[in-house]
């Protein structure tokens, strides 16, 4: 294993303040002199509305506007906030705008600049029954922590690429974003490697072992429950996101709200399938990671789970390869972490009984969704497919 994988520390100090934009936080009565740094981010897409987070150099306004065409004609405010990591300062600015309509693309624009930012868009998610698509990728950390190395994203900006290009309604990382979370600059690197690819696609984490320390600023810029631990419903799925760096055995806080979670979506009309995305695996060949104490309590707690409350398909991280299992007691599960980092030696995965397919790769998975089916494609780097399963 990396040997600059770490444990939870717990010195680092992030604390957050909250004022509500209207209120004039920080930036006067007068114009915003604010510049956007990073961003902006979306998140939380629903059939009729959305939220945008993004960064400035200074804590001024938050409004955005927005409409169907580029003439906008809507405007919403939201709130600023200061999250602190170490010495450096993240200005983060929230908006949520409504009243939209679904499957329609949405412009705005981040009007609370010293001069308004370019023209963005998005598509509204899709009533029940409406067709979409999502891609899956991970691990996307660099291999060394930037201070010790300059890093080569390379890998990470090839499979962005290939994304944006097949436009999807939205993204999920399946964790360790960054090679160190505590250090603000590894956070400021991450996000320049994704540009503006955030403004048009929104994009999901899931916290992974790595990225412990930046707690705050991966919820902040995102718009997580600081736990990192959160749901969301597009089309006629139910998604849930699990933080398996926080405990999550039976009679736990996180266990408690995952069968609830889960029992409650399956009631909720027009929800007919259920995915999760955790960051470790509870099945995978690797003899590297197959000792972890999180893949063996997400084999021993969660496998159970997900079987009793019929989840289709578990997306995994933590282990840089690309794996798919048979249907383990009606679950299918996939590890997808060939996001960028250094790959696990092919050496090392090991003949399992429940494996259909692996292989050491940087990768990334297409999920395209419709009414009677689904059609999973792992895609190498370049796009080019590996394989294609029909569900």
């Known amino acids: 294993m990396n040997k600059y994988r770490r444990p939870w520390v717990g010195g680092v100090i992030l604390s957050i303040c909250v004022c509500l934009a209207v209120q004039g936080c920080g930036g006067g009565s007068g114009e915003s002199t604010a510049q956007l740094v990073a961003g902006p981010f979306l998140s939380t897409v629903t059939q009729d509305s ?46 949520s705008i409504g009243g939209l309509e679904p499957v329609t693309w949405t412009h705005y624009r981040i009007g609370s600049l010293e001069q308004p930012s370019p023209d963005f868009r998005f598509r509204t998610a899709p009533a029940p029954g409406g067709d979409f698509s999502f891609v899956v990728y991970g691990d996307s950390r660099p291999n060394l922590p930037i201070a010790l ?81 959160y749901s969301f419903d597009y089309g006629d799925s139910h998604f849930i996101v699990i933080n398996t760096s926080a405990d999550f055995s039976p009679q736990s806080v996180q266990y408690d709200w995952l069968v609830k979670d889960l029992s409650e979506a399956k009631q909720r009309e027009g929800i007919t399938r259920l995915f999760a995305f955790m960051h470790a695996p509870a099945y995978c060949s690797s003899s590297v990671f197959a000792d972890d104490q999180e893949v063996k309590d997400a084999r021993e707690y969660l496998a159970p789970l997900f079987k009793n409350q019929g989840v289709k398909m578990v997306f995994q991280g933590h282990v840089p390869i690309y794996e798919r299992t048979k249907a383990i007691d009606g679950v299918v599960y996939l590890v997808t972490g060939g996001g960028g980092t250094e790959l696990v030696d092919a050496g090392l995965l090991h003949a399992q009984p429940w494996t259909i397919y692996k292989e050491t790769a940087n990768h990334f998975i297409e999920m395209s969704m419709g009414s009677n089916h689904i059609t999973m494609k792992a895609k190498y780097k370049d796009g080019t497919v590996i394989e294609t399963v029909n569900y």
Not at 55 to 77: C, I, L, M, N, R
Not at 204 to 223: C, L, M, Q
């Open 50 to 95: 959305a939220t945008i987070t993004w960064q400035t150099d200074k804590k001024e306004k938050a409004v955005v506007e927005y409409g169907p065409t580029e003439s906008y004609g809507k405007k919403a405010s939201g709130q600023t906030s200061k999250v602190t990591l170490g010495t450096g300062d993240f200005y983060l600015n929230t908006v």
């Open 149 to 229: 190395a300059a890093p080569d994203d390379t890998i990470h900006q090839e499979i962005l690429n290939q994304i944006q290009e097949l436009a999807p309604d939205f993204v999920v990382n399946t964790g360790d974003l960054v090679a160190e979370a505590e250090d603000p600059a590894e956070w400021e690197h991450f996000f320049s490697v994704l540009g503006s690819f955030t403004s048009t696609i929104a994009y999901h984490p899931v916290f992974g072992e790595y990225d412990r320390g930046g707690e705050a600023v991966e919820s902040g810029f995102f718009g997580t429950p600081s736990n990192i631990y």
